[in-house]
C-alpha cells in the first residue's frame, strides 16, 4: 500500500521537525504540526489542496507565496537528497505531508512546508517491493512454535500437497503482525515471536537455504486471520457489501468490501498454462508437469523448480497462494447473488461481519480441490471443511 512507503519515508523527518502531536488524536495521520494524506483535489485560483488521510480524514491544506515544497523519494528517510519543487508539480494522487500549525478542529493547516511523493514514484516503488516479497518470499499457516529456538514451522500448500517449512527467527529479524479489523499490509504493527499462534497467517521475506524445507527470514508478517466459504444472497454496491450463508456452518454473515479489499475470480486455470487445467498442467494432487506421481500420503511436498519453498517465480513449486494472487482482480460489481466464494479477513468484534481482506469468487473448484478426501465408505465432507486449516493463506496480501 502506498501509505506504507510513504509512512516509512518520513518517519524519522516527522520525528525530527514535529515532536509535538495531538494526544489520543483520532487519527494518527493528523498531528499539531503536520498532516498527512493524499491529495483529492487542488484549487490552484484559491493556493489550496484538500488531503485525505488513512483514516479517512478530509484536511484543507492552504499554502501562501512563503510555502516551500520538497519532493521525496519513497524509501528516503530524511530530506538530505529531497529535491525542490513548486506547487505547478502538485497532482492529485500524490502522497504529502504539510507542515504547519494545524487547526484544533483538526480540518485545516496552513503549510510552511510540503513534502510529496508522487503517485508515479510511489506506484513504481510498490511494484519493486511487491515482485522482491513474490521472487523472495513464503506464505504459510502456522503449525507448530518453539519459543526456545524460535523456530516457526508452516504449512505451505502447492498443488503436489502440502509441505512443511521450518522459518527461525533472530533478534534481527523484523516482525509485524496486522491488527484487528485492518486490512492493509502497511498497518501491520511491530511484534515479536510472542505474539505468534498456531493458525496464524504469515508471509516472510528473506532466503533461501540449503535445505529446500528451511527458510532464512528477514521480515516476518503474521496475523490472525478468519477464512470462510459462503454463497452470495445479496450485494448492495452502494455500501460496499455482500450477504453469504456460510458453507460450513450454515450461518449467514455480512462481508464488507473497503477500498484495499482485492477480489479476484477463479477460473480453474490457476494462474494459466501450466496451473491445473491448463496446458501441460498439473492435476491435484499429481507431482508436477509431466503428470508425476502423486506424493506419498503425509510425505512433505517435494518443491519443484529452482524456486524453493513457497517461490513464486518461473520455475518455482506451484503454490496455490502465489497463484491465487495471479487471478485477475475484479469489483464489487462483478461478484454475482450466487456465487461461491472464499474470503480471508482479520478477527473483528462482530463475528457476523468480514471486513475482507481478499475474496475469491467462482470458488467452487477450488473448494473442491481443498476440501480433505472422505475414506471409503464415508460421504463426503463439507466443501468447506478444514478451509481454515487448509494451507490457504491469502489473508496477508502484498505491499
Known amino acids: 500500500m502506498r501509505k506504507f512507503f510513504f509512512a516509512a519515508a518520513i518517519g524519522l523527518i ?14 494518527p495521520s493528523i498531528a499539531a504540526k503536520h498532516a498527512i494524506g493524499e491529495i483529492k483535489s487542488i484549487d490552484a485560483a484559491g493556493k489550496q489542496l484538500t488531503i485525505k488521510t488513512d483514516a479517512g480524514s478530509m484536511v484543507t491544506v492552504s499554502l501562501s507565496d512563503k510555502t516551500t515544497y520538497k519532493k521525496l523519494a519513497p524509501g528516503e528517510q530524511t530530506l538530505t537528497n529531497a529535491a525542490d519543487v513548486t506547487f505547478a508539480d502538485l497532482a492529485e494522487g500524490d502522497r504529502v505531508m504539510a507542515r504547519g500549525t494545524v487547526a484544533e478542529d483538526r480540518k485545516s ?16 516503488k510498490q511494484e519493486a517491493e511487491r515482485l522482491e516479497w513474490r521472487r523472495r518470499g513464503i ?22 500437497g502440502t509441505q512443511s517449512v521450518v522459518i527461525p527467527v533472530s533478534d534481527n529479524t523484523e516482525m509485524r503482525r496486522y491488527a484487528p479489523d485492518s486490512i492493509r499490509f502497511g498497518d501491520a504493527k511491530p511484534s515479536n515471536f510472542s505474539e505468534l499462534k498456531v493458525g496464524d497467517q504469515l508471509r516472510a521475506l528473506g532466503e533461501r537455504t540449503e535445505d529446500p524445507l528451511r527458510f532464512k527470514p528477514e521480515k516476518v508478517v503474521t496475523g490472525s486471520f478468519r477464512t470462510v466459504g459462503g454463497v452470495v444472497t445479496a450485494i448492495n454496491p452502494a455500501t460496499g457489501e455482500i450477504k453469504i450463508n456460510e458453507l460450513e456452518k450454515k450461518n449467514p454473515l455480512t462481508i464488507v468490501i473497503k477500498n484495499d479489499a482485492v477480489l479476484r475470480r477463479f477460473s480453474g486455470m490457476m494462474g494459466g498454462p501450466g496451473g491445473p487445467g491448463g496446458p501441460g498442467g ?3 494432487g499429481t507431482g508436477g508437469a509431466g503428470g508425476g506421481q502423486p506424493a506419498a500420503q503425509g510425505a512433505p511436498a517435494r518443491p519443484q523448480g529452482g524456486g524453493g519453498p513457497g517461490g513464486g517465480g518461473p520455475g518455482g513449486p506451484r503454490n496455490i497462494n502465489d497463484m491465487l494472487e495471479r487471478l485477475p482482480t475484479i469489483s464489487i460489481a462483478d461478484v454475482k447473488v450466487g456465487d461461491t466464494i472464499i474470503v480471508s479477513s482479520t478477527q473483528g468484534v462482530d463475528p457476523t461481519r468480514l471486513t475482507a481482506i481478499s475474496l475469491v469468487a467462482g470458488a467452487d473448484a477450488l473448494l473442491a480441490m481443498l476440501a480433505p478426501r472422505p475414506q471409503p465408505g464415508q460421504a463426503a465432507p463439507n466443501p468447506a471443511a478444514g478451509l481454515g486449516s487448509s494451507g490457504i493463506s491469502f489473508g496477508i496480501g502484498l505491499p
Open 109 to 124: 493547516v496552513p503549510a510552511v512546508q510540503v513534502i510529496v511523493m508522487t503517485k508515479g514514484d510511489l506506484a513504481k
Open 282 to 284: 498439473a492435476a491435484p
Open 14 to 27: 516527522t520525528l525530527a521537525l514535529s515532536p509535538v502531536s495531538f494526544a489520543q488524536t483520532p487519527d
Open 139 to 160: 506464505l504459510g499457516v502456522v503449525t507448530a512454535l518453539k519459543p526456545d529456538t524460535k523456530e516457526i514451522t508452516i504449512s505451505n500448500r502447492t498443488i503436489a
